[in-house]
């Protein structure tokens, strides 16, 4: 069966410094991935999104980058936090096949806090 | 540009009761339309998926319509439980993108006991 792990948990972060949250998923191949962020009294908003290694579309514009160095691993980054960066950070994974079933399945998040 | 719409935000009713939560969405172009389950400081958890061809989904006491033509949905939770108690989030796949999930702002849903 297919896992999708997110860490760390939790992170308090001071403004101006660099982040890196990672997502590995295990028990399939190739699937597309996915950063979206939930603020405080706002909806899910996507972040990034990537179909393969090394291939990164981003949603909106941010102090945030994505990557995907491997198969099944997305890096979200940022090399000097802002206070709006706050927020509840969800990694997901979907099979990618482009049908009416296909579905996006969530990571536990990550609560990161920006001081 | 797609958007979605759930109503109310917030909703505590007592256990037992048969309750219905809304969602709206803008465009009728669409892949699927899915219900998730959110508790607090967790992850998201998909309920029910109703494909655009589909009128309706149901799991155990969940069930979940879809009227693409009018942009509706609404979840229905019969005899509710104080386990039901979670944050309730409805998202439409859209046709355009990479397989991209537009969410509504959710519903905050007590169940009372």
């Known amino acids: 069966s297919q896992t999708i792990h997110q860490w760390p948990a939790t992170l308090v972060q001071p403004v101006g410094s660099p982040l890196s949250l990672e997502c590995t998923v295990e028990?399939?191949?190739?699937?597309?991935l996915y950063w979206y962020r939930q603020a405080a009294g706002r909806g899910l908003q996507l972040l990034f999104y990537s179909v393969g290694i090394g291939q990164i579309s981003s949603e909106v514009p941010q102090n945030l980058s994505a990557s995907r160095p491997q198969d099944r691993q997305f890096i979200l980054s940022s090399k000097k936090l802002l206070l709006s960066d706050s927020g509840f950070y969800l990694c997901?994974?979907?099979?990618?096949?482009?049908?009416?079933?296909?579905?996006?399945?969530f990571g536990p998040g990550t609560r990161l806090t920006v001081l | 540009k797609q958007e979605v719409t759930q109503i109310p935000a917030a909703l505590s009713v007592p256990e037992g009761e048969n309750l219905v939560l809304n969602c709206s969405f803008t465009d009728s172009a669409i892949y699927n339309l899915q219900w998730f389950r959110q508790d607090p400081g967790k992850g998201l958890t998909s309920l029910l998926l109703i494909q655009s061809s589909q009128r309706e989904q149901t799991s155990g006491r969940l069930n979940a319509s879809l009227d693409k033509s009018s942009g509706r949905s609404t979840l229905y939770i019969a005899a509710s439980q104080p386990g039901d108690s979670a944050t309730y989030l409805c998202?439409?796949?859209?046709?355009?993108?990479?397989?991209?999930?537009?969410f509504g702002q959710g519903t905050r849903l007590t169940i009372n006991p």
């Open positions: 997901a994974w979907s099979l990618g096949t482009g049908g009416t079933t296909d579905t996006q399945y």
């Open positions: 028990g399939t191949s190739n699937p597309n």
């Open positions: 998202a439409v796949r859209i046709i355009q993108g990479a397989q991209k999930l537009v």
